[in-house]
């Protein structure tokens, strides 16, 4: 499960506490930025967590429907169709247009399988009908947590995207000046 801790210092932490997104209209662009950079990272990261934990929920759903079905093939014979959805590489969000890496990608992965510590999903096979069931229950219930952490980013990043929408339609923000500040070059009046 994904627990926000309220004075936390993860970034998740930060994204999520109450007044990330109070008085942003105080804030300075370039501080609007960067807290918006934040929530996406921290959405990028959410984003393959979920990935992986449908990744294994996929494989785990395969093996209760060989079973059921009476199929013969082993399910590591499968893995490359059942895992077509869920491939690794850059999470692209919710159509935002930000195309970042995960930054705690091996992170994840542990907390992912230390979810069934007892399950060892590299033999599916090897696991009673009701240790499948089990480690199913254990993943949708965190594969729900990250989710609902996703959607709550996710609206923290619309709030403060809306912020800078705002500055550029009423002229306190200014395309050439951003357009100046990545060249690194000095934008020609400060609007912050």
Do not use: F
């Not at 294994?56 to 895992?83: F, K, M, N, Y």
């Not at 996703?150 to 403060?160: K, S």
């Amino acid at each position: 499960m994904i627990e926000v801790r309220p004075g936390g210092r993860r970034r998740i932490d930060r994204v999520l506490a109450a007044d990330y997104v109070l008085s942003l209209g105080e804030l300075a662009l370039a501080e609007l930025r960067e807290r918006r950079n934040d929530a996406a990272q921290e959405e990028t990261d959410l984003s393959y967590l979920r990935r992986l934990l449908h990744a294994r929920i996929d494989i785990v759903r395969a093996e209760q429907q060989r079973r059921s079905t009476g199929g013969e093939s082993r399910i590591v014979d499968q893995l490359a169709a059942i895992l077509s959805d869920n491939a690794i590489g850059p999470a692209m969000g919710s159509g935002r247009h930000q195309n970042l890496e995960p930054s705690r990608a091996g992170e994840y992965r542990r907390q992912a399988e230390a979810l069934v510590g007892d399950a060892d999903l590299s033999d599916v096979s090897a696991l009673s009908d009701e240790q499948l069931t089990n480690v199913l229950e254990t993943y949708a219930k965190a594969e729900a947590s990250v989710s609902t952490r996703r959607r709550e980013v996710q609206a923290v990043m619309d709030t403060i995207n809306a912020e800078i929408a705002g500055r550029y339609r009423s002229g306190t923000a200014s395309v050439d000046d951003l357009l100046a500040t990545e060249r690194g070059q000095t934008p020609k009046g400060s609007h912050d």
